[in-house]
């Protein structure tokens, strides 16, 4: 069995994800929000690699990144609203569904066959580096087994998909580690598909559209899946203090073994997230405990998460 080799992010790491995305490879690599799983979005053959790789269901789509919003307007109907806010948050951790452009180049497979396309322009060099050198869109979910933990380190993505891939990318902890906001933006508002760093109200009001708070079962985008980012434990949430047998993760007042954060910061809270998941989960204790988290800004995609990972 054949062990992923982890490069540091520079020009000669970069040359060779290239390389290796250029043969239909799949290849690890860090951005703002977590670490990303990368292949040609335009090859069929290369996005199955990446579901392959995860594990992923093909009925699930994959967020499409590409270098700026002229490419995204190549391979995306986006509306007025959606054009503001590519405008204010891109390069950025959100992401905006919107149909697809007639003779668009991306594979079916990474829409999961869908009328839409989730498409993103990030932030992070080492993500718009590989974009560059590749001179392609690359369909690139988080690079971890589908359904477990995110991966904020280099090293959380050997442990998961080691075995699978042939190269990470390190560059250290992301900035944000939290995926990015998923919306669609329709003209009766907008809407959230997946909470993130961006909230609802600040996408409503700088799209100059109302928030949607209409529900659908479908899956639209992703992150959807009830049960996602999930450690191999079960978690216990709003918890003020640790049963026997828990490793309680702390925020604000409440310490725990560890704390998202002792100031109840919540952008250091969402940073610390899925990093204080993986040890949790590495620890000797059977189970694992989370101390509240307000549901306000940033909170809201925080309990997104712990509520999926604890389904």
Known sequence: MTTARILPFDDTAI?????????????????????????????????????????????NPLIVHVLDLAAAERLADLPVGARRLAAAFWPGPLTIVAPLRPGNPIASLATAGLSTIAVRVPAHPAMRALLAATGTSLAAPSANASGTISPTRAAHVLASLGHAIPLILDAGAPSVGLESTIVAVEDDGVRVL????????????????PINMAATTAIEAPGQLTQHYAPSKPIRLNAQAAREGEWLIGFGAVAGQVSLSPLGDLAEA??????????????????????????????????????RAAA
Not at 28 to 35: D, G, H, M, Q, S
């Open 15 to 59: 040359a060779e994800a290239a390389r290796l995305i250029a043969d239909g490879r799949p290849v690890a690599v860090p951005t703002e929000t977590v670490y990303g799983l990368a292949a040609d979005a335009t090859r069929g053959d290369a996005v199955a690699a990446i579901y392959a790789a995860k594990g992923r269901p093909s009925f």
């Open 194 to 209: 997946r909470p993130g760093p961006i909230s609802a109200e600040q996408a409503a009001e700088v799209a100059g559209l």
């Open 270 to 307: 969402a940073a610390q997230l899925f990093d204080l998941l993986h040890q949790a989960d590495a620890s000797a204790a059977p189970a694992i405990a989370v101390a509240p988290i307000p549901n306000v800004g940033l909170g809201v995609a925080i309990n997104d998460r712990l509520a």
